[in-house]
């Protein structure tokens, strides 16, 4: 996704988040549509007619902090149970039929890649679709996108989607160098690694508005 593609996203969920909750219908592909509008990709978007309405009906969440002594199947294990638990009316996960895994660097960070079919086996969810995706801090929002597209378009029914990251067993300087690893070429020549990005957004920021570090 380009930085366009991204806010529209980013705006759409907004809107959805002021009009729907969990366990309540929400007209998600609406909501995206409508959070494009003025923009180019938002046109492009609007163009583009999704078949029918998405709902997020269930959620779950672990805690967050440092937990040396978990790995990344025990947090998705956790959510997922407990996602089960909060839709009002009960949701049988044979009727799951593809899952969405947003994940960035785990392959690095805990040594084991090839995530979505191991989470697809630790669920008991085997043979369904699973699609893995990655966008940096976004990865799990890419999920999201692709599941609510997924049923707009009439492919699935219900889909599971989900994301975790987990930094807790390297270093500060291994993290750092996972990190540095999805930094494109092109932009490190010009000293945009990701704290050169965001701190080049705080500057923007302090200008446009004023403002300091305090």
């Known amino acids: ?17 002021q009009t729907g909750r969990l366990g309540q219908e929400a007209n998600i592909p609406n909501a995206l549509q409508a959070g494009g509008k003025g923009t180019e990709g938002g046109k492009m978007m609007g163009k583009k007619k999704l078949f029918r309405g998405a709902a997020v009906v269930g959620g779950g969440l672990t805690k967050l902090g440092l ?14 149970l407990e996602m089960l638990d909060s839709v009002d009316k009960g949701v049988d996960p044979k009727d799951i039929e593809a899952i969405y895994v947003g994940n ?4 690095f960070f805990v040594n084991q890649a090839h995530w979505s079919p191991i989470i697809a086996d630790l669920l008991g969810l085997v043979p369904r679709p699973v699609t893995r995706t990655e966008g940096a801090c976004a990865s799990s929002a890419l999920s999201f996108r692709e599941g609510v597209l997924a ?6 029914d ?22 540095g690893m999805a930094a494109s070429p092109y932009e490190v020549a010009a000293g945009f690694t990701f704290p050169g990005v965001f701190g080049t957004m705080a500057t923007a920021y302090f200008a446009k508005y004023g403002a300091d570090r305090e």
Do not use: H
């Open 67 to 80: 937990f040396k002594d978990r790995n990344s199947k025990d947090f998705f294990a956790e959510a997922y």
């Open 151 to 156: 049923i707009a378009s009439g492919l699935y």
């Open 1 to 17: 996704m380009n930085g366009d593609s991204t806010n529209i996203f980013s705006r759409g969920l907004k809107k959805f988040l």
């Open 158 to 179: 219900i889909v599971l989607v989900g994301g975790f990251e987990q930094m807790s067993k390297r270093t500060t300087e291994e993290v750092a160098e996972g990190l």
């Open 104 to 107: 960035f660097t785990n392959d």
